[in-house]
């Protein structure tokens, strides 16, 4: 099986399910109690709280942990709404991942007006827009750092200059899930205010993720009860997920040149698939660009529709995407595409092909040799 789907969920490596084994079997004991065993297994906690912390680059004491990065994205913006005096001004990147943009509603039902700020055709946030929205207030900014979609790399230190030039009391938060270890990231230079990262996007497990919240910045908690994570998530901690997804950002973060790597790759599979499809359409950024991540390709076969082709490329042995795994179920233009202004025949044929630590040059050949055979059987096949 040739996995490029790692967009959606990522293989956990060896140090991830070996840190799990550990936990589940040796230290299952609660962190919270008081005997030495316990002790031992909150002292496993806290180690793998620095480790994450190393890797986004920042202070052990501004990671919290969460059960996703769903939850950790919510903990984010609904925190940090509920803690604004009184009704506030969001406002959000329209092609964020639908754990940002769930959270509408609930922000909405708080008072707080949410704004949208548009994209331009690569995907990228509309800085002269959100330029113009800064001017009429604004209390609080949310820009993914890599769309889960196209690819599209967010320019962070431009929207965080204007946010500080603007507005320098607003709080900025990032989706960073699948930025996270992809791309390069110093949240102190670009003064981010919070950021969300998740376990199994980074060859860690799933049920696990972390919220980077800057010293200073206040959040009102989602979950109440024993005080858990700073009293910002209260529940007995996930030790098993917590200390699989440590070791899984040592590990990954030891890989050297892995963006350079993951980037040639894509690189090959698009080079291949432009010469075999006439009218092969990118859907973002383009792909050598330094705005285009380095593991997400997304292209439109025309005449194909995309789940047709990961059907059958299914069958060839190939796991791709069409969209977000935990939207693809949805009917209708994702907020991605919607945001560029996709036409719907791109929406509709879009394959995202996404690579992982774990891919080989191996399978970006044969992912395109599947595809073009896939795509000349079915292309044939509509025609007639």
């Known amino acids: 099986m040739r996995y490029l789907d790692n967009s959606a969920t990522t293989q956990p490596c060896a140090a991830a399910v070996l840190a799990a084994h550990e936990m589940l079997t040796e230290g299952w004991l609660n962190p919270s109690a008081p005997y030495a065993g316990a002790v031992a297994v909150e002292k496993r906690v806290a180690a793998s709280r620095e480790a994450v912390a190393r890797g986004l680059g920042v202070g052990a004491g501004e990671v919290f942990f969460t059960g996703s990065g769903t939850e950790a994205d919510s903990l984010a913006l609904l925190g940090s709404a509920e803690r604004l005096h009184g009704p506030g001004r969001v406002l959000l990147f329209a092609g964020e991942h639908p754990a940002v943009l769930g959270a509408v509603d609930q922000l909405k039902a708080m008072g707080h007006q949410v704004r949208t700020v548009g994209a331009t055709q690569d995907g990228l946030i509309d800085l002269p827009a959100l330029s113009r929205m800064l001017h009429d207030g604004a209390d609080l900014v949310s820009c993914m750092h890599v769309n889960n979609e196209t690819g599209a790399v967010q320019p962070l230190a431009e929207v965080s200059g204007l946010i500080q030039k603007i507005c320098p009391d607003a709080l900025l938060h990032v989706d960073g899930v699948q930025g996270f270890l992809h791309v390069p990231l110093d949240l102190a230079a670009t003064k981010v205010d919070l950021y969300a990262v998740s376990g199994h996007k980074v060859h860690g497990p799933k049920g696990v993720g972390a919220l980077y919240v800057r010293s200073g910045v206040r959040l009102a908690p989602r979950v109440a009860g024993g005080g858990q994570e700073g009293g910002l998530r209260s529940g007995t901690e996930n030790t098993a997920g917590i200390a699989a997804f440590a070791a899984a950002v040592s590990w990954a973060a030891a890989q050297e040149d892995a963006a350079a790597r993951l980037r040639a790759m894509k690189l090959r599979l698009y080079e291949r698939l432009q010469e075999g499809v006439r009218g092969l359409r990118v859907n973002g950024p383009a792909p050598d660009g330094s705005s285009a991540a380095p593991h997400i390709l997304n292209v439109s076969f025309p005449g194909v529709k ?73 292309r044939a096949f509509q025609r007639r």
């Open 306 to 378: 995309g789940e047709v082709m990961l059907h059958a490329l299914e069958k060839e042995g190939v796991l791709v995407g069409t969209g977000a795994a935990c939207s693809s179920k949805k009917r209708g233009m994702s907020a991605a595409f919607e945001a560029i202004a996709a036409p719907k025949w791109a929406a509709d044929s879009a394959v995202r092909f996404s690579f992982g630590l774990m891919n080989s040059w191996e399978d970006a050949d044969a992912a395109a040799e599947a595809a073009l055979r896939c795509f000349a059987r079915y």
